[in-house]
């Protein structure tokens, strides 16, 4: 075994959150929450939705956690690591004790064929970009029992966000399935609860097809409060498949459920009105890091070769009013955009990058210039003569995004275009667009628990499945891409925070000329609670609400009907 000098990084001191520690609470009770949406998979290897993202990370654990308050790395199944002078070798020593919920042991056997999972490119992983450097795997030991080794082919950015967010898989249930070439179909909903185990604070305790997914505490999770209880303090979470933003509303002003994340600028200003009635906690945020766009799928099979044309993607981002998204579809809790990196992201946004205002006539110039005509009924056509014609798909269940792609068909009709509204659900959309690809263009929302740039290999990187617009190339379709692509590598191996400052500020510029997708809005984060829900301390990343979930309980005055 080679040795390597090793140095302690100093990120793996664990630094609190500000304020106020968490209260000690009380155990008992469960918490509903109502999901727009019913989830895909309880599969971590290849979950993508938010809706099974929810429920999977309440039942998994990583081994080194980003505090979703400080936005700093800190222990979780790892208790220490050590990182070597060069960055490229990480030691890790996982916590003795360790349990999966099925009450089977965790060492570093696990460790090791969960990272063999998520590289194995026949596995489809969406982790998998995240785990290259240098263009190459990284290569994962076992050195004892609770100790592993991880060796990059160059230097990581961000160290202590190599981990997050990586569930640790069980080996004793999984590696049958690995082995048989069926990982990818393992855990789906209907997968008995004995056949599902993590290192979350809750498991699996049953589904409900089209109704519920109830979790229970997980007797085996290894967090204690300040006087040594074992945490949870809740006994059960509750995700009820509310449908639609309404839904979720209504059950929550009935005291059907406990907690609503991202709340709309709508309904928001509803509970207002109703706040003593329904005797919540209500939190604006401010901006996030989620962001709203248009994205048109400039696959060479979509059928509208406009699609690929610069100028016409730019055309249509002079037509669009993003203030009047802005402020009629968020009721002014949102701010406009031009790339992705929303206001909410303060350490890496280009802040110098040019805002053009909205310009029908601008955009009608642009078309001219690239080819595009008119026919006397004002109808726009492409430079061989089709008729620009085309729909938008969206998530039905999603208000904000069905009214965003309303008004984006008012926009377009300005320069010439006939655009449908597809809503579908949101299952049906996702399907359409990340696997089918059947589809002209849709409005879709992305963003998620980390600003890092390291979180977003999948979507920029020419090869990621999530590269919405073309997605995993072979080699890079455009000389934009290609550089995109480089800027992406080198700064996940740059060691200072200037440097890949500068290249993700290049990479924004290359994002605004050449708009592989139309950003429109970022919402600010709205949140209400019951006000009887102890620790409740909503965040502008996800998960908003329930991102310490094992630290909340219900104070002793809590009497709704979901206890």
Partial sequence: MRTVPFAVCVLCIWLPAAGAPPADGARGGRLVYAQRAEPKTLNPVTAIDAPSREVIRRMTG???????????????????????????????????????SDGHPCDAD???????????????SPQRDLLMTGGKPMQVRKLASHSVAFDLAEPYSAPGRLFDSLAILPRHLLEAEYRKGRISAAWPLQSAPERIAGLGPF???????????????????WKTDGKGVHLPYLDEIDFLFAG????????????????????????????????????????????GLDYDFLVFNMSASSGRPWFRMREFRQAVSLSIDREAIARLVYDGRAVPLWTHVTPGNKLWV???????????????????????????????????????????????????RTQMATQLQDDLK???MNVQIAPLEFRAMVDRVMNKRQFDAAVMGLGGGDGDPNSEMNLWLSSGATHLWDPNQKTPATPWEAEVDGLMRRQLTAMDYETRRKLYDRLQQLEAE??????????????AAKSTLGNFDPVNVDHYTLWNVEKLYWLPAHSGGSR
């Fill in 62 to 100: 990583d081994l080194i956690t980003v505090n979703r308050r400080t936005q700093r790395p800190e222990p979780n199944l790892a208790e220490s690591w050590t990182v070597s002078k060069d960055g490229r070798h990480y030691l890790l020593q996982l916590r003795q004790g360790l349990r999966f």
């Fill in 110 to 124: 696990d460790v090791v064929f969960t990272f063999q999972v998520y590289l194995d490119e026949a596995t489809h």
């Fill in 203 to 221: 498991r699996l305790k049953r589904y409900l097809p089209g109704e519920s997914i109830v979790l229970e505490r997980n007797p085996f999770y």
């Fill in 244 to 287: 639609s933003e309404e839904n979720q509303m209504l059950r929550f002003l009935a005291g059907e459920s406990d907690v609503l994340n991202r709340v709309s600028a709508k309904n928001f200003k509803a509970l207002q009105t109703e706040q003593t009635r329904a005797a919540s906690r209500l939190e604006d945020l401010g901006p």
């Fill in 350 to 400: 280009n802040t110098a990058l040019p805002r053009p205002a909205r310009s029908v006539a601008a955009a009608r110039g642009k078309l001219a210039a690239a080819g595009f005509s008119w026919d006397r009924e004002g109808a726009l056509h492409d430079p061989a003569g089709q008729r620009v014609a085309f729909s938008i798909v969206t998530s039905a269940s999603n208000q904000e």
């Fill in 414 to 416: 300005q320069l010439g």
């Fill in 514 to 527: 050449n708009l592989p997708f139309i950003c429109l809005a970022s919402p600010n984060v709205l949140v």
